[in-house]
């Protein structure tokens, strides 16, 4: 039986729920590699010689580990890990990054395929592959299907869930707890559910800000490198809002650099709650164009030091923007179970795409759920 993780392929006009376009902030630098390394762990079995890549053995390492700790010793299963090539994969053309086989093909072995592109793989952050791993050693190690239901506070109840969550994005650094209690998932369908995931209720309004002509908001332009000019360009709109007077703009004119992203930032402190409390943002946007090849977004990062730039966990819009007529829409990010250790988050007013158009961002509001 063949399991996948499915991409939402998103061809929203105005912006786009999209887990595989978002990023290109990533700190991994790693190339797929072409010089497998040999395992031959599965001693006694006809194919007992199986290719594991030098690049994915660590997520096979740790994940072993992590069993065996839990009681579980898989380390005896026969399986290849490999790099496929983009549009290789059998009859799933590129909508998937991962596919996990407990039985390769009635062959008694199990298999795991990641597909070797900038969005499946080299873009993710290590954290983000490692979600994607054990999601797929579910599949090929453990004969796990999927999984489609949500705690009360929002997160997903295990790591084996399919297209109600992100497989990149279980749960993301300082998350040790839902870390392990995803990992003990895996091994116990019917482990009780953890305090952590009990629902939030409103605790505070922490912004409101109806951007005024003097804010402290910071527009900055992303790159992926540094050889191409910039295509996004930053101004106070005095004419399209939805509270006067003001509204934050970014320019784009056409490009052909799509990892580049403009965006303006903001940072908040935040302190004194409660352990996997919920952040909810909304902001009012409008696009004077069609956006070809990139979306409109509202992105949280969460930070655990106050002077820190490296962001440990980032999140976008999902669902539904909410039309409000004059061409402005609402859309909404959650940044859901923020652990302890945060310290600040920064809201982006996000755009990237390579087409000419203006984009309006108005009336920021963040609200936590304790
Ligand atoms: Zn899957």
């Not at 191409?228 to 709109?237: G, V």
Request: aromatic share 14%; net charge negative; glycine share 6%.
């Amino acid at each position: 039986m063949r399991y996948h993780f499915k991409i939402k392929l998103c061809f929203r006009i105005l912006f786009c729920i999209s887990t595989i376009f978002l990023y290109e902030c990533s700190k991994s630098d790693v190339q797929p590699s072409s010089s497998p390394i040999i395992n031959s762990e599965g001693e006694g079995e006809e194919n007992d010689i199986m290719t594991i890549d030098s690049l994915l053995k660590p997520f096979y390492d740790s994940f072993i580990e992590e069993m065996l700790s839990r009681g579980r010793d898989l380390s005896q299963i026969p399986i290849s890990i490999v790099f496929i090539n983009p549009g290789s994969q059998n009859g799933a053309g590129n909508a998937y990054c991962g596919l996990g086989y407990a039985n390769y093909d009635q062959s008694n072995t199990a298999r795991v395929e990641i597909v070797s592109s900038p969005d499946c793989w080299n873009n993710q952050t290590y954290i983000q592959k490692e979600n994607l791993m054990y999601h797929e050693f579910g599949h090929a190690l453990l004969n796990r299907g999927h999984v489609f239901n949500f705690f009360p506070n929002g997160l997903p109840t295990s790591i084996m869930c399919s297209q109600i969550c992100s497989n990149f994005q279980v749960y993301s650094l300082n998350q040790e707890q839902q870390r392990s209690f995803y990992l003990d998932e895996l091994l116990n369908e019917d482990i009780e559910m953890p305090s952590w995931a009990d629902e939030k209720n409103y605790s505070q309004t922490l912004v409101v800000d109806e951007i005024l002509e003097n804010n402290e908001w910071v527009p900055v332009t992303v790159f992926d490198n540094n050889v191409s000019d910039n295509p996004y360009s930053y101004f106070i709109e005095q004419i399209e809002y939805t509270s006067p007077n003001y509204s934050l703009g970014i320019s784009v004119i056409q490009n052909s650099n799509n990892n580049n992203f403009g965006n303006w930032y903001k940072d908040f402190e935040i302190s004194d709650f409660a352990n996997c409390s919920n952040l909810v943002a909304e902001v009012n946007i409008k696009s004077t164009d069609f956006l070809i090849n990139g979306n409109i977004n509202l992105v949280i990062d969460l930070y655990d030091d106050l002077d820190s730039d490296e962001e440990f966990s980032r999140r976008f819009a999902q669902g539904e923007a909410i039309e409000l007529g004059g061409g402005f829409f609402k859309i909404q990010t959650k940044s859901i179970c923020i652990p302890e250790v945060t310290k600040k988050f920064r809201v982006r007013f996000y755009v990237k795409g390579d087409s000419e158009t203006n984009v309006y961002f108005d009336d920021l509001v963040v609200n936590l759920y304790e």
